[in-house]
């Protein structure tokens, strides 16, 4: 039987050799079947690494984020099943975080295939580490909701859970949406509140920076728009 490796990408502009060790690197130059969340942007990393396979020998199948992939994973998994290993590859950092993989590991599991997690960046745990804020106890949010209303109601509950127990609250935006939301936690927050900005992680226009609300009030605004950020709110 084989395997399903969980593979690394980088997260931005930073070459793979800087953040990616060279042992998951290796394993990934040698899989010619993957399951990704998106193709182009897969086939262009396993290119910049040197795959030993061409192009147009690797079969990429992208997992479509909104619909229902079950019969598309199964017909992989009896693939896998007969001896293949397949990767399971993000459009950036670790698969099944933010992202359809996990749909994909939780099949391999019912169907007792063994999956291995390969080790590179992620930008909600790397965010977390150099925010100073509660790493012991924190909740991933994901996207926050789209509607105006909502999102102001969610990012007060957001902070009330933070007074209640003290866990630190991440999540993540759409980057053309980063200035948006990012008035918004000036405008609903309350002044003794953390936020940190960790913008464009492991790259070369990385900012990560930590400050109370007020704090935050008084200083020129982050260059943020367009650049992948995660948000962290704690105390």
């Not at 399951?35 to 795959?51: D, G, H, Q, T």
């Not at 099944?96 to 930008?123: F, K, N, T, W, Y």
């Not at 866990?167 to 936690?185: A, D, H, K, M």
Request: glycine share 8%; charged share 20%.
């Amino acid at each position: 039987m084989g395997v399903v490796y969980l593979i690394p990408v980088t997260l931005g502009n930073s070459a793979p050799e800087d953040v990616i060790p060279n042992y998951a690197l290796q394993v990934t130059r040698n899989l010619d079947f993957f399951m990704v969340e998106n193709a182009k942007s897969a086939r262009a990393f396993l290119k910049s690494i040197n795959s030993v396979y061409t192009m147009a020998e690797i079969e990429v199948i992208q997992i479509d984020k909104h619909g229902d992939n079950k019969l598309q994973i199964a017909d992989a998994l009896k693939i896998v099943s007969s001896g293949k290993n397949l990767g399971i590859m993000s459009e950036s950092g670790m698969p099944s975080i933010a992202d359809p993989g996990s749909e994909v590991v939780r099949m391999a599991h019912q169907l007792d295939i063994d999956v291995i997690p390969l080790v590179g960046p992620s930008s909600i745990l790397l965010a977390l580490s150099a925010s100073g804020l509660n790493g012991q106890g924190f909740s991933f949010h994901g996207y926050l909701p789209k509607d105006k209303e909502e999102k102001r109601s969610k990012i007060k509950e957001l902070e009330m859970t933070i007074k209640k127990t003290g866990y630190t609250q991440i999540f993540i935006e759409t980057p053309y949406r980063n200035e948006g939301i990012w008035l918004e936690l000036l405008a609903q927050l309350s002044g003794e509140t953390r936020i940190c900005i960790a913008s464009g992680i492991t790259t070369s226009d990385q900012f990560i920076k930590t400050l109370k609300v007020l704090e935050w009030r008084q200083k020129t605004p982050p260059k943020i728009k367009d650049i992948p950020t995660v948000f962290l709110l704690g105390r």
